[in-house]
T-cell receptor, first 110, second 113 residues
Framework: NAGVTQTPKFQVLKTGQSMTLQCAQDMNHNSMYWYRQDPGMGLRLIYY???????DKGEVPNGYNVSRLNKREFSLRLESAAPSQTSVYFC?????????FGPGTRLTVL | QKEVEQNSGPLSVPEGAIASLNCTYSDRGSQSFFWYRQYSGKSPELIMFIYSNGDKEDGRFTAQLNKASQYVSLLIRDSQPSDSATYLC?????????????FGKGTLLTVNP
């Protein structure tokens, strides 16, 4: 039982490049979330998916898109990366309101 | 904008002391409250949750909730150096199918041997 897994662990991009962050959970949870964490800013919700087939914007969705591929997988895409998107990205999942986090992806945009 | 406020710290306590972490929230309709621990470079880990007014104890940890004052706290008894971490308070405002959490910015706790 791996819980929530994320790939990659680290990534460096140049401004304007695109990439997809992958997240998967094996806990049969309905809801999944993407957060970013910046120094002094705490965890901020980017997008979430309350159930398979649905996605909604969070607090900071601009510059991102998501796909809930199936119940297990929820991906986050940066279409044209900007230096302001340098951050640590966490995926989480929950059955109800107890959220469990993946190990994170540290992204640097040059 | 729903807000969750925490003292950023750092809060420094000696080993064996009680560490007290505090959190206030703006949405009076908030239903459930969580404390996460985050070690440096790691992901947040759920350590306590509380839904009702009063105290909830789990080992060395006690969560306290006062909905009238919109205040939730975490007490750590017999603090250990391994408790040194950032503690995040999180609040969920609804009892329905929306399980979004609003997080505070965290309090850095240092336990000195």
């Amino acid at each position: 039982n791996a819980g929530v897994t994320q790939t990659p662990k680290f990534q460096v991009l140049k401004t304007g490049q695109s990439m997809t962050l992958q997240c998967a959970q094996d806990m049969n949870h309905n809801s999944m979330y993407w957060y970013r964490q910046d120094p002094g800013m705490g965890l901020r919700l980017i997008y979430y998916s309350a159930s398979e087939g649905t996605t909604d914007k969070g607090e900071v969705p601009n510059g991102y898109n998501v796909s809930r591929l199936n119940k297990r997988e929820f991906s986050l895409r940066l279409e044209s990366a900007a230096p302001s998107q340098t951050s640590v990205y966490f995926c989480a999942s929950s059955r109800e309101d107890e959220q469990f986090f993946g190990p994170g992806t540290r992204l640097t945009v040059l | 904008q729903k807000e969750v406020e925490q003292n950023s710290g750092p809060l420094s306590v000696p080993e064996g002391a009680i560490a007290s972490l505090n959190c206030t929230y703006s949405d009076r309709g908030s239903q459930s409250f969580f404390w996460y621990r985050q070690y440096s470079g790691k992901s947040p880990e759920l350590i306590m949750f509380i839904y009702s007014n009063g105290d909830k104890e789990d080992g060395r940890f006690t969560a306290q909730l006062n909905k009238a004052s919109q205040y939730v706290s975490l007490l750590i008894r017999d603090s250990q150096p391994s408790d040194s971490a950032t503690y995040l308070c999180a609040v969920n405002e609804s009892g329905g199918s929306n399980y979004k959490l609003t997080f505070g910015k965290g309090t850095l706790l240092t336990v000195n041997p």
